[in-house]
């Protein structure tokens, strides 16, 4: 027996000589290259010495997606608003609702004036005038509504709402995906401003429009309005975001937006524009109880006819009569089905997006919100 196992330990000695002179050689290098001595010997001393670890150990972490991983550094956990239970709308002292152009704004700000009628309103979108609200707001009403609806121009409006508002006042946003909402806007530009004259262009347009109105459509014995394909695409080539195309996310929802948010954590709710008419009747059952059920639609083509829907002439849809003329052939083709043929290609071929910034962060918050059974979505106990 001692015959036999006298090799066997002298190997085994042999062998822990090696791999401690191996260890001395790597620790020597560690050294001088500046790496982490107590890390490499642990590592080699686990593997060399004392064998393989378990598979388990051994077995890399699952990796993270990239989206994820971005999220979670950004942003606490979600909260989904149930709309029937929440009683966010119902105990706020004071209530902005905001939106973007093309987001139901026209409905949610009609309905507003209805409802807050006992108060009066104020001039309308007024909230983008800081000049206004910091010389006029307060002394040109006795009381004040305690809702307001407006359309938002800019992050420097939403951030001095952010900022100054205090916590019994609520924020809600109306949000609309930016191409859906940029190709709506884009087909009210051309129907109610390239082809209808009762519309006006605001002041640094009218000049342009004056000298290129010709060249841009024609209409013709039908009484239809012709848009030539060129010039139309070289206009917003050169003009970029013009009047509703140039009110959106790109403009809103920027980086200075978000670290607003993230800094000021506001009591503020963002709300699918989709959602317009529980929105109202949420508003009418604390503010004005006549109103419930009887929402206000413009500019929505809703498929379905509620006879306890107002409606106004202004929904009808106006395109029908719209033509495009193809730079190509020179065929004419509807507008509608001209957009459908563009519109996924339409804001990368002109650059209308260019300005935009933190869109991340944005589309973060619009993947949770379509997540969300009734598309309503609390941030304020979010960090971004």
């Keep these: 027996?001692?015959?036999?196992?006298?090799?066997?330990?002298?190997?085994?000695?042999?062998?822990?000589?090696?791999?401690?002179?191996?260890?001395?050689?790597?620790?020597?290098?560690?050294?001088?290259?500046?790496?982490?001595?107590?890390?490499?010997?642990?590592?080699?001393?686990?593997?060399?010495?004392y064998g393989d670890a378990p598979a388990e150990e051994n077995r890399p972490?699952?990796?993270?997606?990239?989206?994820?991983?971005?999220?979670?550094?950004?942003?606490?956990?979600?909260?989904?608003?149930?709309?029937?239970?929440?009683?966010?709308i119902s105990e706020a002292k004071q209530i902005f609702i905001l939106m973007p152009a093309k987001a139901a704004g026209s409905s949610l700000k009609t309905f507003t004036k209805r409802c807050m009628n006992k108060y009066g309103s104020p001039p309308d979108n007024s909230i983008n005038s800081a000049k206004y609200v910091e010389e006029k707001f307060l002394s040109?009403?006795?009381?004040?509504?305690?809702?307001?609806?407006?359309?938002?121009?800019?992050?420097?409006?939403?951030?001095?709402?952010?900022?100054?508002?205090?916590?019994?006042?609520?924020?809600?946003?109306?949000?609309?995906?930016?191409?859906?909402?940029?190709?709506?806007?884009?087909?009210?530009?051309?129907?109610?401003?390239?082809?209808?004259?009762?519309?006006?262009?605001?002041?640094?347009?009218?000049?342009?429009?004056?000298?290129?109105?010709?060249?841009?459509?024609?209409?013709?014995?039908?009484?239809?309005?012709?848009?030539?394909?060129?010039?139309?695409?070289?206009?917003?080539?050169?003009?970029?975001?013009?009047?509703?195309?140039?009110?959106?996310?790109?403009?809103?929802?920027?980086?200075?937006?978000h670290d607003a948010i993230e800094d000021n954590a506001p009591n503020m709710m963002f709300i699918d524009y989709r959602q317009t008419n529980r929105l109202q009747d949420l508003i009418a059952h604390r503010h004005c109880p006549e109103l419930v059920h009887h929402h206000v639609e413009i500019n929505m083509a809703a498929a379905a006819k509620n006879t306890k829907t107002r409606r106004t002439k202004a929904a009808i849809n106006d395109s029908d009569n719209v033509y495009v003329r193809l730079g190509k052939t020179r065929d004419v083709v509807r507008l509608d089905k001209w957009i459908g043929w563009k519109s996924s290609l339409i804001e990368w071929s002109l650059s209308l997006r260019v300005g935009a910034s933190c869109q991340a962060r944005t589309r973060f918050i619009e993947d949770e919100l379509s997540n969300c059974p009734d598309r309503a979505l609390e941030i304020s106990n979010r960090q971004q």
């Design 140 to 257: 040109n009403m006795i009381a004040l509504p305690p809702v307001i609806s407006s359309h938002v121009y800019s992050d420097v409006t939403f951030e001095r709402l952010i900022k100054n508002s205090p916590r019994q006042t609520l924020l809600i946003y109306v949000h609309r995906e930016e191409t859906d909402r940029m190709i709506s806007a884009l087909r009210h530009v051309i129907v109610k401003r390239v082809c209808s004259p009762s519309y006006q262009w605001l002041k640094p347009m009218k000049k342009y429009w004056k000298a290129n109105m010709k060249r841009l459509r024609t209409i013709d014995e039908n009484n239809r309005c012709v848009i030539n394909e060129i010039p139309m695409l070289n206009f917003f080539r050169e003009k970029g975001r013009v009047q509703e195309m140039g009110r959106g996310a790109p403009e809103i929802l920027t980086c200075r937006t």
């Design 61 to 88: 972490a699952e990796a993270i997606p990239l989206a994820e991983e971005i999220s979670l550094s950004k942003k606490g956990p979600s909260s989904c608003v149930d709309l029937d239970l929440s009683s966010k």
């Design 1 to 49: 027996f001692i015959l036999f196992s006298l090799p066997k330990t002298k190997l085994i000695m042999m062998q822990n000589k090696s791999r401690h002179m191996i260890t001395l050689f790597v620790a020597l290098i560690t050294l001088m290259f500046g790496l982490s001595f107590e890390n490499i010997f642990l590592g080699l001393a686990n593997h060399t010495i």
